[in-house]
């Protein structure tokens, strides 16, 4: 009888992560760190030796005795020094962020240049900067941000570094998405989405199984894209499931994503971290909101009525929205339909409700058109751009979690998607 030949397992390379490499190697100099050898035990590449198009082959047909992250090193581009050098050309720049983070500055790049900066995230950060332009200017923000507010709550030094070093990689794990979801302008659809939602866990694993960081910045990582209330991805955790490092990097990226804004940046970060109570630590987000009440920012000039003020009452689409819904709960109910579908849907419910909640404690919304102030105005417009943001999160999340559901399931909670639409104008 003729043995079957077992395969080994070994550790595959992302093709996507890969391709990324081999781009940079074209603007750094990047080389492998040890011998590359194959799940056999067949070596496949000598140390020192530079990547080339040859290994890349080789990579995509055999799986690896160890991850190839830990094979290979970067021998310029995102060094220490190089990050220290970006550090300083962000507080010296003119962004509303930088100049509110001024009174930290000093500190913060003092604490920089104490940082455990490990080979494979310097691969990573190298990678990442080739590849995109803005990574190393967002990543030098985050940490920024984050040093200065573990220097607010007076943390250990230790804790300090471990906070920016979070920041510096929250997003290292966008290296083995593929670029199209990355660099769309328009919303992502449900498979643009779900490739997304999965690099702030990519990159948890990768820090945890090839560096020696500490387990609470590596959780952190994975948890940058979650909130308190769990509406956040990828594990929907709520509250104190969250560590307190993660909820201070949630603050942090939504910051950083809505600081860019060519007018009263400060003035619409503050506005959206306390919108949705309960979606972000008060404790974080006040550090933010503090920053912008000393920013005084002047308020953009209006260019027409706000979209909630022209088209629709916020409160009346968010009250259709809860009466379909619960038209739906109803329905689900005399089909008996499994439990899993009915969580769902009181997943919307909730959400809805929260958003309920937070549109009626603006108490703007029965003034008349030709009374709004500036402020008001400014707050219409920004309530109905993060209601639509928020409804687009909520069917993206309801339709995720119904990919596990039967196919009929499924085809029942149908009008729950056509309930949570945007309607784009």
């Known amino acids: 009888m003729q043995a079957t030949e077992v395969e080994p397992s070994g550790i595959e390379a992302s093709p996507v992560a890969l391709n990324a490499i081999m781009r940079a190697s074209e603007k750094h100099v990047i080389v492998a760190s040890e011998d590359i050898v194959d799940a056999r035990g067949f070596k496949l590449w000598a140390k020192g030796q530079p990547v080339s198009a040859s290994l890349q082959q080789k990579l995509l047909e055999r799986r690896l005795e160890r991850p190839l992250e830990a094979c290979l090193s970067a021998q310029d581009g995102a060094t220490l020094p190089f990050l220290q050098e970006s550090m300083a050309s962000f507080f010296s720049s003119p962004t509303a962020l930088a100049q509110g983070l001024a009174p930290w500055a000093g500190p913060v790049q003092e604490h920089m240049q104490g940082l455990a900066w490990h080979s494979v995230v310097q691969l990573l950060c190298t990678t990442a900067m080739a590849t995109r332009t803005s990574y190393i200017a967002h990543a030098v923000a985050a940490a920024a941000l984050m040093g200065a507010m573990a220097l607010s709550k007076k943390w250990p030094a230790a804790d300090v570094r471990t906070a920016m070093l979070a920041g510096l990689l929250h997003d290292i794990g966008e290296v083995y998405i593929q670029p199209e979801y990355l660099d769309s302008s328009d919303p992502l659809d449900l498979l643009g989405y779900k490739h997304l939602a999965v690099h702030p866990r990519m990159a948890q694993m990768l820090l945890a199984s090839t560096t020696d960081y500490s387990p609470a910045l590596c959780r952190a990582v994975g948890e940058h894209h979650e909130r308190l209330d769990g509406s956040g991805y990828p594990a929907r955790l709520l509250g104190k499931q969250m560590s307190e490092l993660g909820k201070m990097l949630s603050v942090v990226e939504v910051t950083l994503g809505i600081s860019r804004a060519r007018s009263a940046p400060m003035k619409r970060t503050s506005f959206a971290l306390r919108l949705i109570p309960g979606e972000f630590d008060l404790r974080y987000a006040s550090f933010v909101c503090n920053m912008a009440q000393v920013a005084q920012e002047e308020l953009p000039k209006p260019d027409g009525l706000p979209r909630t003020v022209s088209i629709l009452h916020p409160m009346e689409r968010i009250k259709e929205r809860m009466d379909d819904v619960a038209a739906l709960r109803s329905e689900l109910v005399r089909q008996k339909s499994a439990a899993p579908s009915m969580a769902i849907v009181e997943v919307a419910t909730a959400r809805l409700d ?27 417009d920004m309530a109905d751009r993060e209601l639509n943001q928020r409804l687009r999160e909520l069917q993206r999340e309801c339709l995720l979690l119904a990919m596990r559901l039967p196919l009929k399931e499924r085809g029942l909670l149908a009008p729950l998607w056509r309930e949570l639409q945007v309607d784009e104008v």
């Open 354 to 380: 929260r958003l309920k909640t937070a549109w009626n404690s603006l108490g703007s919304w029965g003034a008349s058109a030709s009374d709004l102030s500036g402020e008001v105005h400014f707050e219409l």
